[in-house]
């Protein structure tokens, strides 16, 4: 597959170039900074004829969703995309549709939520989508997003799995910055994932009612077989990048490791920041002689527990950047928590820390890492029991 | 200095936030128009003593229109895309002497919030809602609107919209509001006149101003230089004292956007019918 042509890419227009290669049947859209560019781009290839796909203006991010939930139960392949407070008024929709178990690919450009009204990048929308049933992966580079819609596919419509996917890109970040590209085209995209419908679909001629009301004694087994899908979908996730990088060249993780070989101390990181941190350890922390390395989660639902943990016991401290906070919680960021989850049942004691940084756009400088790396370097030889109880507020005005 | 300190001030300035300026709108826009004529007519309430200034709201959702409530001074709110009406119903209910006053985009009052419009008209409550009606979702790049004519080209129809608009006006007279007009920037004394007017009823007002926008409305259909804009909405509007109610109905390619008063009557509001005032 090497020397094959590449396009200049914006993140959105990437998605929706992968979204035509993947053939879709229905898009329904509703306009929102900054996923905005993913449709409209999609709409031209429609009109264009190069997308044989139906496009439905809907009158909000709620009725796009319910319509890819009533496109999707009819046996279409679907695909909708969103941001921040679009995101936060589908919500009662993603539920349905992950317990429909319907194979719905959602893009997403994070942004962060109201109030204040804020355009710009954070994780607050995507973190606030964790716990909805849904498969969610974030993506580094346009590239990247690119696949990831090929890849949601493959395991969205995996028959053991039949969950929604979320591929994220960070809004302007990368949505609306141009990178090459190598994209996938129909025909080989087509072939990794096949049009077939292999969930339970809506049939005149075997009817069948749909999310009917589901009492205590059925209601709770749904759920756990959700639970398990999820399980499975770790699975399909492993399965499926391997067969990718066969098919198509490029190997996708779900956890990726930057310069972890040495590693004493290690980031962890999810989305663009990641490339901050990636460009600081070379420049600044490696020559300073600090062992230090990046652990950017990919997959966050399910969460790849086991390789991380794997990771970290072997260091001497470790940092976690949230770009979102959970207000009240016992941890600070969503991501810090899942991490310390994840140690506490591994019996990990890795002391590690919380850095909640970059929301609202706020950029995360060179000076900012670095006093998450102090922060993390000043751990070394200590406990989990010195690790502060507070998450570190890097780049704030008090 | 002092004469140009004179002449820098604008008639309008003790109404607006002028360290919220300059304003966020395009040149060309034509939501300047229709502010200056809002605010017109709110001020000669204010100098007749029957509006008080601390006792008005200006309520947005999200959207170029919405951003009005940024810059008048008066108690405000930027809400929700589409939650401007329940927000302020909300404050209406708890602030019955509040004169409530919502700006919004026709995405915003008539899209996402429809549902709110629709029911906010129904109950007769006693609120003013201005609808700038540019015809696109401008704030995002000019995508297709619900209220966007048949046939026009937007960034998501770059073959032109098969859809047809929704007739708002209709709509919320249909619903059963008090008080239904039409206005247009290419006419700003008719806006202050009909909001003038509003101001003074009880129940449901509701105003929609066809606004232009050359920047992302214009350019898709050939006419990006605001003046051409402003005079094609010009050659296709017509004033009527008291319209039809079939005549509220628009196209662009042949059609007529008909300005005037569709509704004017006095029936129980919801306050009144709550027996929060005495009708």
Redesign the interface.
Known sequence: MAGKKKLPLSGNTAIAYAVKAADVDVIS?????PQ??I??KL??FV??GELDAE?I?V??EHSALSAAVGASAAGARVFTASSS?GIA?MYEIMFIASSMRLPIVMAMATRAL?AP?NIWNDHSDFMAASDTGWVMMMAHTNQEAHDDIILAYKIAEHPDVLLPVITAIDGYFMSHTIEPVEPIEREEALKFIPKKVTWSVLDPDNPVTMGPLGTPEWYYEFKRQQHEAMKKAREVFDEATKEFEKVFGRRYEPVEYFMMDDAEYALVAMGSVAGNVKAYIVKEARKRGIKLGLIRVKLFRPFPAEEIMEVISNLKAVGVIDRALAFGSSYGGPLYGDILSAAYTRGVDTPIVNFVAGLGGRPVTFRDIKAMVDATLALDGKTRKDVPKEPYFIGVRE | MEAVRRLRKHPLDGLLRPERLPHLWCPGCGLGIALGAILRAVKRRIEEGYLQREKTAFIGGIGCSARASLYVDFDSAHTVHGRAIPFATGLKAVRPDMKVIVIGGDGDIAGIGGNHLMHAARRNIDLLVIMMNNMVYAMTGGQLAPTTPTGLYTTTTPYGNPERPINVVKLVATMGANYVARAAVTHPPLIERYVYKALGKKGFAFIEVISTCPEVFGRHIGMRDAVDLLNALRERVVVKQRPHIDESYYEWEGGKFVLGEYVDKDDPSYLERIGVIKG
């Open positions: 859209a509703y306009p929102i900074t905005t560019t449709v409209e709409t031209e009109a264009n496009v203006h009158e909000s407070q008024l109201s009204i």
